[in-house]
């Protein structure tokens, strides 16, 4: 049996091969003479979805009642999670008692996820709380809180200190519930409480 007649007789395999032969050459040859793909030189931070300045925010629970209010000079909204990063706010935190005083206070930084339902607040962290009735004005110094604004509570593993009238508290480590007034030392807690005076 000669060639031509071997090949005739099996035409569909042999042209199976040489086109799958053809095919590979063709990619090899390919990835030779295509340029290098390019290299994102892009460097920093991801990308923000949009860039507010002198912003306000407001933010309110599903009953509708607000849960946290930002006044802030710069908000980038991320493109990959639609979360918030705010350079150094005023927020508030409302009590929605009537006749309590919301909480106010400031950070460096704050993040806020995209659901509204959890804020970072970052560096330093002070708070204030106007006195009322008969409870003494107070502030809350320390750094790197974790809160969940639409529940009131607010965590930290930083050092924080208390003050309220006469009264003083400072600790490692915090947990807090604005709408109890419960809060919570967990380490090198110390305590001030000389007698309180009687008002008239």
Known sequence: MNLRTYLRDRSLPVAIIVMAAAM???????????????????????????????????????????????????????????????????????????????????????????????????????????????TDAAEIHTSDVTAWPKENRMVTDAPAHMKQGARTLSGVGMRANLNTNHLELLDESHGTYPPRTHKS
């Open 24 to 134: 590979g050459a063709t990619q090899v040859l390919y990835w030779w003479l295509a340029p290098a793909p390019k290299i994102n030189e892009f460097v920093g931070p991801p990308r923000s979805g949009y860039t507010l300045t002198n912003f306000q925010l407001w933010s309110y629970d599903v009953d509708g009642l607000p849960s946290f209010q930002m006044v802030a000079p710069r908000l980038e909204r991320r493109e990959n999670d639609d979360s918030l990063y705010i350079t150094t706010p005023d927020f508030t935190l409302p009590s929605n008692q009537a006749g309590v005083p919301p909480w106010l206070g400031n950070s460096l930084y704050a993040w806020v996820d995209k659901s509204g339902t959890l804020l970072k607040l970052q560096g330093p962290v002070y708070m204030h709380r106007a006195a009322f009735g008969i």
